[in-house]
């Protein structure tokens, strides 16, 4: 959890601490492949990160942005990581990728047949059913 007087924590153990990222190894790969910005800057995974930042990531094809509420060197639950950041995204920018991707799974090829199990899990997440 929070460490007493803890002010700086490297950005990729920060984003697979409060959950952007599945495993720290991704969190790194973003950062060096220039998918993390702190302050408008590219950053290396070592960078620190500290309380009042703003971090914009790349992924999934959306830019989201990040305000670091507070600092946490191990990875915790989801609902104790929403307490150290907040999601500052557009929800117009998570909108049209929504759509997009309802495009995507629509367009089936003819006589492919029904749905796999895995294409029909995806489809409902998108949709919500």
Request: aromatic content about 4%; proline content about 4%; some cysteine.
């Amino acid at each position: 959890m929070e460490s007493k007087g803890l002010d700086k924590v490297r950005i990729d153990r920060w984003l697979w601490a409060v959950r952007v990222f599945k495993t720290r190894g991704d969190a790194a790969e973003a950062c060096k492949g220039g998918k993390v910005e702190i302050g408008g800057e590219n950053v290396k995974p070592s960078r620190p990160v500290r309380v009042g930042e703003t971090v914009e990531v790349m992924k999934d094809g959306v830019l989201r942005e990040y305000k670091v509420l507070g600092l946490l060197l191990k990875r915790v639950g989801a609902k104790v990581a929403a307490n150290f950041v907040e999601d500052l995204t557009p929800p117009e920018r998570l909108e049209a990728r929504r759509e997009t991707l309802a495009q995507v799974v629509l367009r089936r090829e003819a006589g492919s047949g029904r749905p796999t199990k895995r294409e029909r899990r995806d489809m409902e997440r998108l949709f919500g059913d």
